[in-house]
């Protein structure tokens, strides 16, 4: 009988060391997904060919990265500019050699927190599979994919704090702003942070020390009942968030991710969901490995999120979320 050899942290770091010369857009504004989905493999059991397999399919559409430029980052003119990815992958690379890597981490998180929506959430995604791989150079990709697309969503202070289903009413009466259908979701999310009601409702979430899983299974829910493309990426992000929480610098700071997550469920256009729609019908170890089979980075990201976040908070709705994005 033949032995399927499994994906390891070895080939990981070996593909991830030759996907430092790929750029993290292409076609503009779309995010490169391979890194994410490339560990999310591993962590699911993938074996070593279908790993290779996967990302020589990935690598196809990508673009190159272009070199970084020689002058240094200044905050206040480079963060959110999408241009400064390079010299912001240098930043960081250079910080995490002189700090090591859970020190750059975690000064890089003050300054990254509060625009947790950045490019539709894919720089803190990003940076939570990095820090899962430990690998530094993807590390250091992440926070600057992050970084040069940086979106703070400013709120005010009018009102007192609402529980998770106040505060959902109350986002659910604001008047959608005006962009075509065809906007992508970051474009969508910055159409909401122009809004003078979005900034007096976001900031009122009432926060304790069960908002990130009350958020997460929000999305979990929400998901497995709409299939929305946006929610799913809100369910990615709240993982992200907790795979970083012990770099949080206080867990203030996380504030910005329930901002950034009003944004995105608006921007979804879904229907909030409490409760689940449906009972189970498909076991873990049946969904992972079709996960794996999977040539879609984000339902393979979408599952690796769920299944890592179930076994943090059990709750069935992680798996109803996966059944969801795995049809029978």
Sequence with gaps: ?????????????????AGQALSATYRGQMSNHLPMAQQALLELGASAARLQAFTEAGEAPLEPRIAARPARI???????????????????????????????????????LPGTGAIAFHGLIRTGHAVLAGHEGELAAGLAHWASHFMPLATTDDGPPLDLPDWLQALATLPRPAYPSSTLISGR????????????????????????????????????????FTVLHLLTASHAMSVLQPWWPTPDLARGFSVAAAAGLLASGATPALTLDRPLSRPWPALVAAACAQDDAHVIKLTHAAWRLGRRWPDPAWRRAVERAIPV
């Design 74 to 112: 200044t905050i206040e003119s480079d963060l959110g500019r999408a241009d400064s990815d390079a010299a912001w992958r240098a930043h960081f690379t250079a910080r995490i050699a002189e700090l090591g890597s859970g020190a750059a981490l975690l000064e890089a998180l003050a300054l990254l």
């Design 1 to 17: 009988m033949k032995t399927i050899a499994p994906a390891s942290i070895a080939q990981l770091h070996h593909l991830l060391d």
């Design 189 to 228: 999310m910055q159409a909401w942070r122009g809004s003078p009601d979005f900034a007096a409702i976001a900031g009122r979430l009432r926060h304790g020390p069960d908002t990130l899983r009350e958020l997460a299974l929000l999305a979990a829910r929400t998901y497995a009942a709409t299939r929305n």
